[in-house]
């Protein structure tokens, strides 16, 4: 089966610009994700999709970073404006379901530089 | 809240020896624990986990992990390292019980060196 896709790979911005990053998730899976990991630490949970309805995003910092995940399959994640700190790897990864035992699959992420 | 604990931030073992990488957790109901592998610019793959039953549990490329609910551990495992096991590992619990969820939470990483 396809994997979970990611684009872009790479974004250098400077600071106070916008980006946004993309996923297509593992077709049939409900759960989506999106981590972030910045250099040096493990992934952080940033939101976490079921179908196209939010589960969790308490550690999304909804001053700056907004997600949306249309017809409960492609998501979106952006950020405006970015700071120097969210300089990270944004990993996404669905499951087929939400179920604690469900394998989250995940992309090979998109790594931001923020000048 | 739940959290995670990797004690080393980095474990070298020359080829051919034992591998074991350190892993405790911390929740307040039952946990689900997971190991997953990152190799440089890719994303994490998945190894095994532990849901219940059994408290070894075996998973790819002859990786295993053993449940300890008193040490609150789940330390992963392999018997004869090889020089591609080289890669950063990360534990993962999510408390099923407790009040985050299913929430996925990673430990801060483990880095395997294996030499010739």
């Known amino acids: 089966e396809a994997g979970v896709a990611q684009s872009p790979r790479y974004k250098i911005i400077e600071k106070r610009q916008s980006v946004a990053f993309w996923c297509n998730p593992i077709s049939g899976h409900a759960t989506l994700y999106w981590y972030q990991q910045i250099l040096g630490q493990g992934p952080k949970l940033l939101i976490q999709?079921?179908?196209?309805?939010?589960?969790?995003d308490s550690q999304l910092p909804k001053d700056r970073f907004s997600a949306e995940r249309l017809k409960g399959v492609d998501s979106t994640l952006k950020i405006q404006p970015a700071k120097l700190e969210d300089s990270a790897v944004y990993l996404c990864a669905s499951s087929l379901g939400p179920s604690g035992a469900n394998v989250l699959t995940f992309g090979a992420g998109s790594r931001l530089t923020v000048l | 809240a739940q959290s995670v604990a990797q004690p080393e931030d980095q474990v070298n073992v020359a080829e051919g020896n034992p591998l074991t990488v350190k892993c405790t957790y911390s929740v307040s109901g039952n946990p689900y624990l997971f190991w997953y592998v990152q190799y440089p610019n890719r994303g994490l793959q998945f190894l095994l986990k532990?849901?219940?039953?059994?408290?070894l549990v075996k998973g790819s490329y002859g990786f295993e992990a053993e449940f300890n609910k008193s040490q609150t551990s789940f330390h992963l495992k392999k018997p004869s390292a090889l020089v591609s096991d080289s890669a950063l590992y990360f534990c993962?619990?999510?408390?099923?019980?407790?009040?985050?969820?299913?929430?996925?939470?990673f430990g801060g990483g483990t880095r395997v060196l294996v030499k010739p």
């Open positions: 999709f079921q179908n196209n309805g939010v589960v969790d």
């Open positions: 993962a619990v999510r408390d099923i019980d407790g009040t985050a969820g299913n929430k996925l939470t």
């Open positions: 532990y849901i219940t039953g059994d408290n």
